[in-house]
């Protein structure tokens, strides 16, 4: 006999929605994305296998603080719009992006964004991935995970973005992805 197995709520503020932009404007993307200025991700001495930019702000991980860079390329303009469509804020509140370049077996570990930032929101491209969120829960690890389909977006706000850790194991193709911040007023 087969037990019903019934999948966890998502956490709170976590929202996820497919196709929130068309193929063509995905293959558009990808090809000026594949001429950015890509450098390993590097953090406390550490290389990852996931290559970054950052546009509107950067982390510096070693000062523990936010610099200011170039602006977000208007290439982007586009999708930060959507973004912030999808999020229902305003673009302008959107004045980080991140873009990172996952190689077939590239992941990211359990994390938290940076106290710094508020809203994140995450478009994938290309290939899919397991987005997986955590948190303590006692002895035990709450945990809830989807796929992000290509061309998806996923929004953490709320207890989301500052309860749950989230990371994506190993991808098994080439991935990229374009990661919106809202800053917090207070930093």
Not at 94 to 116: F, M, N, P, Q
Request: hydrophobic residues 40%; glycine residues 6%.
């Amino acid at each position: 006999m087969m037990k019903n197995v019934t999948k966890p709520a998502p956490p709170e503020g976590l929202r996820y929605q497919a196709d929130v932009l068309p193929p063509d404007e995905e293959q558009g993307l990808v090809e000026r994305i594949r001429e950015l200025p890509l450098k390993e991700f590097e953090f406390h001495g550490y290389v990852g296998k996931r290559r970054v930019v950052s546009y509107g702000w950067h982390y510096d991980f070693a000062e523990r603080r936010l610099h200011k860079v170039d602006e977000i390329p208007d290439f982007l303009l586009p999708l930060r719009y959507r973004a912030a469509a999808f999020a229902e804020v305003a673009p302008e509140e959107l004045s980080h992006a991140l873009v990172t370049e996952y190689g077939a077996g590239a992941a990211i570990g359990w994390h938290r964004d940076k106290g710094v930032f508020g809203d994140v929101i995450g478009v994938s491209l290309v290939s899919s991935c397991a987005f997986r969120l955590r948190r303590k829960a006692g002895s035990k690890w709450e945990r809830y995970s989807l796929t992000a389909e290509p061309r998806s977006a996923y929004l953490l706000r709320g207890p989301s973005r500052t309860e749950w850790e989230h990371s994506i194991p190993a991808v098994d193709s080439l991935r990229y992805s374009v990661t919106f911040r809202t800053l917090l007023a207070d930093r």
